[in-house]
């Protein structure tokens, strides 16, 4: 399958700082990506739709201010955590879609990001 | 996306089959079955997805009940490293078309040595 690398796999940061999360795919062209959020014990969570080019498309109930989405290019998307406080704190995942031809639109997952806020 | 249901938690032993049920009776024509899976503090993983017919990968096998209100992926010689959170969605599949994953509560499968 295709492959989608998330940089970094572990940060801590200080109550108050903004942490960015960068979310490549390595072998195919990805002009849509989605990033997730999981607490603990919890499932997965979709947050935002990352489409090239555009603004991300959020859920309800995730503020586009706080985590705010660029997607720059066709191979990576960017998450930043503005103001993080220690609620954020989650591992935080992204995936790709891969409109190929070797599927229709299936997703492949980065490997997450564990954020651990002070 | 038709809503599913799935076991909390499954124990299989080591070199046995693993057989992981999802009930999903809402689904509706055009909707396909998708499984992945979670290792600890790991993104998913794709393992298989079927519509209507019986499916084979590397993997895993997908059954899918003639009247598709239910499906078994089977894991035929579980080892160690299948311990996981098993997820059964059950979504659309369209050409060009971009939705975000709904993910249920999954089945924690733990292979026993």
């Known amino acids: 399958g295709a492959v989608v690398s998330q940089h970094p796999s572990r940060v801590i940061c200080k109550s108050g700082t903004s942490v960015k999360i960068e979310c490549r795919s390595l072998d195919f062209q990805a002009t849509t990506m989605f990033w997730y959020r999981q607490f603990p014990k919890q499932s997965l969570m979709l947050m935002a739709t990352s489409n090239e080019g555009s603004k991300a498309t959020y859920e309800q109930g995730v503020e586009k201010d706080k985590f705010l989405i660029n997607h720059a290019s066709l191979t990576l998307s960017t998450l930043t955590v503005t103001s993080a406080h220690p609620e954020d704190s989650s591992f935080y995942i992204c995936?790709?879609?891969?409109?190929?031809?070797?599927?229709?639109?299936?997703?492949?997952f980065g490997p997450g990001t564990r954020l651990t806020v002070l | 996306d038709a809503k599913t249901t799935q076991p909390t938690s499954m124990d299989c032993a080591e070199g046995r089959a693993a057989n992981l049920p999802c009930n999903h009776s809402t689904i509706s024509g055009n909707e396909y079955v998708y499984w992945y899976r979670q290792i600890h503090s790991q993104g998913p993983q794709y393992i298989i997805h079927g519509l209507k017919n019986n499916e084979t990968n590397e993997m895993a096998s997908l059954i899918i009940t003639e009247d598709r209100k239910s499906s078994t992926l089977i894991l035929p010689h579980a080892t160690l490293r299948d311990t996981a959170v098993y997820y059964c969605i059950v979504r659309v599949r369209v050409r060009g078309g971009a939705d975000g994953l709904t993910f249920g509560k999954g089945t924690h499968l733990i292979i026993q040595p």
């Open positions: 995936s790709a879609l891969d409109r190929s031809g070797r599927g229709y639109n299936e997703q492949f």
